[in-house]
């Protein structure tokens, strides 16, 4: 009777050059003066925060046995892993002047709101719901840019970002200091 052990060792490193990678994820955030990443690993959370030149800018280390690099190139931020010379994990974000809202980011506050107009279209067709328009809001408050991530038709869609684009909010802050933030609102039609 022939040996299986060959047949069975095949089949094992076949699994194992399929199985699942670590996972891994970063945010960056930028606060004029330096970019702190916050890394989430698969063996924990760790935090790396580095001065915003010379750029580009390469941060090497080592973390139980792999090696990561990150490399800031203007507003991009390229991450990759590796282990044994392989690459495990890779990533590109970019982190730009607006920052997504993370742990320590205290968001926007709306102090002038100015309601959509409702289409007369929309009325008369009996459209109603919501409205969800990522917006970009600078240091000073103001919408900079808006566009719309959840629609329900393009004259409610585009009454939404015209009334959003003329609100003013207190802006969100990082360490008690003014900081640029996309931001979604939710714009609520009803009849």
Same mark, same amino acid.
């Given at each position: =009777?022939? $040996?299986? *052990?060959? @047949? /069975?060792?095949?089949? *094992?490193?076949?699994?194992?050059?399929?199985?699942?990678?670590?996972?891994?994820? @970063?945010?960056?955030?930028?606060?004029?003066?330096?970019?702190?990443? #916050?890394?989430?690993a698969p063996d924990g959370a760790f935090t790396v925060t580095t001065a915003t030149t010379p750029d580009p800018q390469t941060i090497t280390g080592v973390r139980n046995g792999r090696t990561y690099t990150i490399v800031i190139?203007?507003?991009?931020?390229? @991450?990759? /892993?590796?282990?044994?010379?392989? #690459?495990?994990?890779?990533?590109?974000? $970019?982190?730009?002047?607006?920052?997504?809202?993370?742990?320590?980011?205290?968001?926007? /506050?709306?102090?002038?709101?100015?309601?959509?107009?409702?289409?007369? $279209?929309?009325?008369?067709?009996?459209? #109603?719901?919501? /409205?969800?328009?990522?917006?970009?809001? #600078?240091?000073?408050?103001?919408?900079?840019?808006?566009?719309?991530?959840?629609?329900? $038709?393009?004259?409610?869609?585009?009454?939404? =970002?015209?009334?959003?684009?003329?609100?003013?909010?207190?802006? *969100?802050?990082?360490?008690?200091?003014?900081? *640029?933030?996309? @931001?979604?609102?939710?714009?609520?039609?009803?009849?």
């Open positions: =009777m022939k $040996s299986l *052990a060959p @047949f /069975v060792c095949v089949i *094992a490193l076949a699994v194992s050059a399929f199985a699942e990678q670590p996972s891994y994820d @970063f945010t960056a955030r930028y606060n004029g003066l330096e970019i702190t990443l #916050s890394v989430l190139r203007g507003n991009d931020v390229e @991450f990759d /892993v590796k282990e044994k010379d392989v #690459s495990i994990a890779h990533a590109v974000k $970019s982190f730009g002047q607006y920052q997504r809202l993370t742990t320590g980011i205290q968001p926007p /506050v709306v102090i002038e709101r100015v309601n959509p107009h409702y289409p007369q $279209s929309a009325l008369d067709a009996g459209t #109603s719901g919501i /409205v969800i328009v990522e917006t970009k809001i #600078s240091e000073k408050g103001n919408v900079d840019e808006a566009r719309v991530v959840r629609g329900l $038709s393009p004259e409610l869609d585009e009454a939404a =970002m015209e009334a959003v684009k003329q609100w003013k909010f207190k802006p *969100a802050t990082l360490d008690g200091k003014p900081v *640029a933030v996309v @931001f979604n609102l939710t714009i609520n039609f009803r009849l």
